[in-house]
């Protein structure tokens, strides 16, 4: 059973930094692109970044380029998500995926994906 796990979420004051971590157990982690996700209040939920299998190809929403980076560690299963010059925005749920990333026009999503449970980040003004 595929299992993700969220950790690193919470408050920060706008212009802070934060780091989230995804662990993965289940299936062989490196066979498989990770992405993270976020829905804010009111809102759908949408992509927010995305990595290869082996690390090496890494795909933004354009709202976070720059700001987001994404990274994975495949002994450790885990993969990362390091939030820096934080908006009030980005307040959001952010899901942690595992799955076949997809465009479909010009809109990332995961296919046969398992997801995370979600964590907050709540980014104050």
């Known amino acids: 059973q595929v299992q993700l796990v969220e950790s690193g979420g919470g408050l920060v004051q706008a212009g802070g930094s934060l780091r989230l971590s995804c662990a993965a157990s289940g299936r062989a982690f490196s066979l498989y692109d990770m992405g993270w996700f976020r829905q804010g209040p009111g809102k759908e939920r949408e992509f927010v970044a995305a990595i290869s299998g082996s690390g090496i190809a890494t795909y933004y929403a354009d709202s976070v380029k720059g700001r987001f980076t994404i990274s994975r560690d495949n002994a450790k299963n885990t993969v990362y998500l390091q939030m820096n010059g934080l908006k009030p925005e980005d307040t959001a749920v952010y899901y942690c995926?595992?799955?076949?990333?997809?465009?479909?026009?010009?809109?990332?999503?995961?296919?046969?994906?398992?997801w995370g449970q979600g964590i907050q980040v709540t980014v104050s003004s």
């Open positions: 995926a595992t799955g076949s990333l997809q465009s479909i026009n010009g809109v990332y999503s995961l296919s046969n994906a398992y």
